[in-house]
């Protein structure tokens, strides 16, 4: 199965900066299905961001854009917002088993 | 818009089957869907458990689960099910049901907390 592993674990940012998460995949993404999801507590749901590497889903906001391709994936927030502040999985559906990253956590500075 | 609300006891013995239903609204269970089971751990994160057509016309399972999962569809009570066998410890979880769109879970279950325990 495709590992993903995402990088940092924690992202420590002030509110108006810029985040940038990676995901990096153990082999190719098949046609880069990739997606981001953003989770505000444990056990909540997580809420889909992004699909196919860089569309957005509806409702999300456009400071919020995904890019790479491959095995290098990367999630940008172009200015963080309070409601930001959550852990973000990346997840792949190129290949079966479907499979997520660990989470990266994004954390008030 | 649609929901979904996954259902199901909150504690079961070992080796003992965990059972879910995950009911859709809004009849939208009917159309060209896959829909799924995924569950959520402190250990090891967010892992895909299964999925399943809306018509049954396809079943797929991640091999992890070694056998133990069935995933079933019924369009005419709106609702999607999923059982484990043989369950333990490492089974306790948060499940969540989710609708796949576009390859991606893009409507999800608030979830449902599940102890396996004597």
């Known amino acids: 199965e495709i590992v993903l592993t995402q990088s940092p674990g924690t992202l420590s940012l002030s509110p108006g900066e810029r985040a940038t998460l990676s995901c990096r995949a153990s082999?190719?993404?098949?046609?880069?299905?990739l997606a981001w999801y953003q989770q505000k507590k444990p056990g909540q749901a997580p809420r889909l961001l992004i699909?196919?590497?860089?569309s957005r889903a509806p409702g999300i906001p456009d400071r919020f854009s995904g890019s790479g391709s491959g095995t290098h994936f990367t999630l940008t927030i172009s200015r963080l917002e309070p409601e930001d502040f959550a852990v973000y999985y990346c997840?792949?559906?190129?290949?079966?088993?479907?499979?997520f990253g660990q989470g990266t956590k994004v954390e008030i500075k | 818009q649609v929901y979904l609300k996954e259902s199901g006891p909150g504690l079961v013995k070992p080796s003992g089957t965990l059972s879910l239903t995950c009911t859709v609204s809004?009849?939208?269970?009917?159309?060209?869907?896959?829909w799924s089971w995924v569950r959520q751990t402190p250990g090891k994160g967010l892992e895909w458990i299964g999925e399943i057509f809306y018509d049954s016309g396809g079943i797929n399972y991640n091999p992890s689960l070694k056998g133990r999962v069935s995933i079933s569809i019924d369009k005419s009570k709106s609702e999607f099910s999923l059982w484990l066998t043989s369950v333990t410890a490492a089974d306790t979880a948060i499940y969540f049901c989710a609708r796949v769109n576009r390859g991606a879970f893009d409507v999800w279950g608030q979830g449902t907390k599940v102890s396996v325990s004597s």
């Open positions: 699909y196919g590497t860089s």
């Open positions: 997840q792949q559906y190129g290949t079966s088993p479907w499979t």
């Open positions: 082999q190719s993404v098949g046609s880069n299905y």
């Open positions: 809004d009849g939208s269970i009917s159309s060209e869907n896959w």
